[in-house]
């Protein structure tokens, strides 16, 4: 069995309930999109000042940190990789379009996501009635969103 298909199976053994599951459709996006924009907050000092433009922008913590996240997706599955190499550019984007928008400091509106979504993570589990796999493995913090991929790419009818 492939590491990326014992991995999967394994976090899915704490994710049968229905409402847990569709508790992580909403959640775990929102905490990964939360982290991305929580990174992108953090000053990247010179980072930023390797490009010009709106290069810049994307020259962040957030980024570098997605590109080593990726490179692990890599490894698991490349199928899966490009699946969450798409959703890390939406994140990415996603973050500095709601930057530029100026509601507020996009820490502090990344931090209210992230609370609320870990409310709502832990609610799922105590519904399901088993712990979250990462309190075993951290590992599986990067697991719970491919777990959703792989979901999508079956639907699709894509080999992960």
């Given amino acids: 069995m492939r590491k990326i298909d014992a991995l999967l199976s394994e976090y899915g053994e704490s994710h049968r309930n229905s409402l847990n599951k569709t508790i992580h459709w909403i959640c775990v996006p929102l905490i990964f999109f939360s982290i ?3 990174l992108w907050s953090i000053p990247a000092g010179p980072l930023n000042n390797m490009f010009t433009g709106t290069a810049a ?4 913590w957030a980024t570098l940190l997605l590109l080593i996240t990726l490179v692990y997706y890599l490894v698991l599955s490349p199928a899966l990789f490009v699946g969450m190499l798409l959703f890390s550019v939406l994140c990415l984007m996603g973050a500095w379009q709601l930057e530029q928008a100026n509601i507020a400091p996009l820490w502090a509106i990344a931090l209210v996501i992230f609370v609320v979504a870990w409310i709502g993570q832990f609610y799922g589990h105590k519904v399901e009635g088993k ?3 990462f309190l075993k493995d951290v590992q599986f913090l990067l697991i719970g969103p491919a777990w959703l991929m792989h979901f999508i790419f079956r639907k699709l009818g894509i080999g992960y």
């Fill in 131 to 133: 712990k979250p796999s």
């Fill in 36 to 38: 991305v924009c929580l």
């Fill in 57 to 60: 922008a994307f020259a962040n």
